[in-house]
């Protein structure tokens, strides 16, 4: 299986409504919507409004037909502490396969040069990203918004 990354585009927009109400991504996300139905209106508001970030989607080659969305990373800047990344696997048939690991590999590559840490924040009961995450060399540094703790990669952490 052959793993790769693309800019998120316009028109991933509706598979991206649709993987945000797998009730096993939304209820870690560290801005939680578990209470709340997102809508067309909202989610494409979050769209027009994002700022010092980069969403790549990612995809696999699984069979003669091609590459094939299947999760996305997000990676945004944070001018006054360390850059965040966060990820998630849409196509659940693929969890815990790889696909994860090998997608934040490549987004790690594509900002490795310009930052000098990045964290991610996780949920405490999210083992399975807490798993990835410690797998790529991340190290707990404590707590973050909203209940969710805070993993950091430092400077020298090329993949």
């Given at each position: 299986?052959?793993v ?48 010092n970030?980069?969403?790549w ?24 502490g ?14 815990d ?34 798993r ?28």
């Amino acid at each position: 299986m052959r793993v790769s990354i693309r800019n998120l585009r316009d028109t991933d927009l509706p598979l991206l409504l649709a993987w945000s109400h797998i009730k096993e991504i939304w209820t870690y996300m560290p801005t939680s919507r578990s209470k709340e139905n997102l809508t067309w209106e909202k989610h494409f508001d979050w769209w027009r409004g994002r700022k010092n970030r980069f969403d790549w989607m990612i995809l696999v080659n699984l069979d003669e037909y091609g590459p094939r969305p299947v999760g996305v990373v997000k990676f945004e800047y944070k001018g006054g502490g360390p850059s965040e990344i966060g990820i998630y696997i849409g196509e659940v048939t693929l969890w815990d396969k790889g696909v994860a690991a090998e997608a934040l590999r490549l987004a790690l590559d594509e900002v490795a040069a310009r930052y000098r840490s990045i964290s991610a924040v996780i949920h405490p009961e999210n083992q399975r990203s807490i798993r990835l995450f410690t797998g790529l060399g991340f190290k707990k540094v404590g707590k973050a918004r909203s209940g969710q703790e805070e993993y950091r990669l430092h400077a020298d952490f090329s993949m």
